[in-house]
């Protein structure tokens, strides 16, 4: 099962913007499905945008419009480019590429916190 290592975290104001990487420890290229998840404190894990291989783009609804999920396979990495963040985008984020329901390992995460 492909793992992750994200980046890319910090403390920023709402208003601001972060742009999060995963570095995958192999090739992406034919991975099915290829997101990045988040966790809050206290809160389940959600799913915050997703690539599936033939099909849309998946964002959550509290994210349209702000994050852009993009993929550069030759560099096995996955990106979230986040803007005008809120404190509701405070958590830990995370990749992964999940085989139907199952999900693969999960990495360390990288913290996100957004306060004035």
């Known amino acids: 099962q492909v793992q992750f290592v994200e980046s890319g975290g910090g403390s920023v104001q709402p208003g601001g913007s972060l742009k999060l990487s995963c570095v995958a420890s192999r090739s992406i290229f034919n991975i099915h499905a290829l997101g990045w998840y988040r966790q809050a404190p206290g809160k389940q894990r959600e799913l915050v945008a997703r690539f599936i291989t033939g099909g849309p783009t998946n964002y959550a609804d509290s994210v349209k419009g702000r994050f852009t999920i993009s993929r550069d396979n030759a560099k096995n990495t996955v990106n979230l480019q986040m803007s005008n963040l809120k404190p509701e985008d405070t958590a830990v984020y995370y990749c992964?590429?999940?085989?139907?329901?199952?999900?693969?390992?999960w990495g360390q995460g990288t913290q996100v916190t957004v306060s004035s």
């Open positions: 992964n590429a999940p085989q139907g329901s199952n999900f693969g390992p």
